[in-house]
């Protein structure tokens, strides 16, 4: 159903059948929106679409591996024709690897770039391809507070969201160039409570977690939402994310030595890993893997700073305000 006047919105969320992308999936059918859900596994896929019916949206399940610019082009034909014109792409694929550099090979390597970089790179053409023709659109990428300071264990994540600021610069100067309309924005994150910590290959001795504070993927969501609603370049979700990027702009040598120290014992739990787990790197793990991890207990459900981000200039004039006011009252 959708919400008063507003006309629903076809919306495409990549990797939505668990996790981040399946919040995002149920934050845009709360709207009434269209969602088609693209993933590659099935059943996570068919228990999202359900998901989104019952919230009030519209879904349209769509099995794909978003490392094949083909399988995406197709995916974006068939969402046109049967849902209507792309109004929001939302690039969030991504396979997670969880290793020291030189024990990833370089066919694990190549595929987490294949999906995290290259797979919002296909997804970016399919899109763009469209929205520009009509001069009208809204692309937006699912970034990290990673992308902009490099973890170990992570090297293969961290290129890949670094690359995709470089390729955004490109493309919204691009856009520029030609009057688009069409708007881009990166989305950054902080560590959340999805399955990725138990579906990623790992090669550690305890199993993965988020670097705390962790949230809740919900939070992450409503950005989405609100960024779809917005002509904002960037936006950093919680207050770890604006921590993360400073930190590193300011002390990157500091944070060096303190990831050096810090950034293996953060990323694992006390808890052995099972080297026979299955992992989604090459092929889903079966079944519905949900949207939340294992860490309901540490999770926060919503971050002070958000607002603050995404109304800095409602906030910005009220201080203004307050001010003057404050100075014409000390001149009476």
């Given amino acids: 159903m ?26 845009f059918a709360d709207r009434g929106d269209r969602v088609a859900l693209l993933a590659r596994n099935g059943t996570g896929l068919e228990a999202a679409a359900q998901e989104v019916r019952a919230r009030g949206g519209q879904p349209l399940a769509v099995e794909v591996d ?16 049967e849902l209507g014109p792309i109004d929001v792409w939302v690039n969030n694929a991504m396979a997670a690897v969880f290793a020291p550099f030189l024990e990833v090979t370089p066919e694990e390597y190549r595929r987490g770039v294949e999906v995290t970089f290259l797979g919002s790179v296909n997804g970016a053409r399919a899109a763009l391809r469209r929205m520009t023709e009509r001069d009208a659109g809204h692309l937006i990428q699912i970034g990290s507070s990673l992308a902009f300071r490099g973890i170990p264990l992570q090297s293969v994540y961290c290129a890949s969201k670094h690359a995709l600021n470089g390729l955004y610069d490109s493309l919204r100067a691009e856009l520029l160039h030609d009057g688009s309309r069409v708007q881009i924005t990166s989305v950054h994150m902080p560590a959340m409570n999805t399955p990725q910590f138990r579906l990623g290959l790992a090669k550690m001795p305890r199993k993965a977690q988020p670097v705390p504070p962790i949230y809740q993927p919900e939070v992450a969501a409503r950005a989405v939402v609100w960024a779809s609603q917005h002509r904002r370049r960037e936006i950093w979700v919680g207050a770890s994310t604006v921590g993360t990027i400073l930190g590193s702009r300011l002390a990157g040598g500091l944070l ?60 910005v004039a009220g201080l203004g305000i307050a001010g003057a006011a404050v100075a014409l009252a000390s001149r009476r």
């Fill in 2 to 27: 959708v919400r008063g006047d507003r006309q629903p919105k076809v919306v495409v969320v990549t990797g939505a059948s668990a996790g981040l992308g399946r919040a995002i999936a149920h934050a």
């Fill in 66 to 81: 978003v490392a094949d610019d083909s399988q995406v082009e197709a995916a974006a034909e068939r969402v046109e024709r």
């Fill in 256 to 315: 060096d030595h303190y990831l050096g120290r810090t950034g293996y014992s953060s990323q694992q739990t006390d808890e052995s890993a099972d080297p026979d787990a299955p992992d989604y790197l090459f092929s889903p793990v079966p079944g519905d893997h949900g949207t939340h991890g294992p860490f309901d207990d540490q999770s926060h459900s919503r971050s002070l700073q958000l607002p603050l981000s995404l109304h800095r200039r409602s906030l």
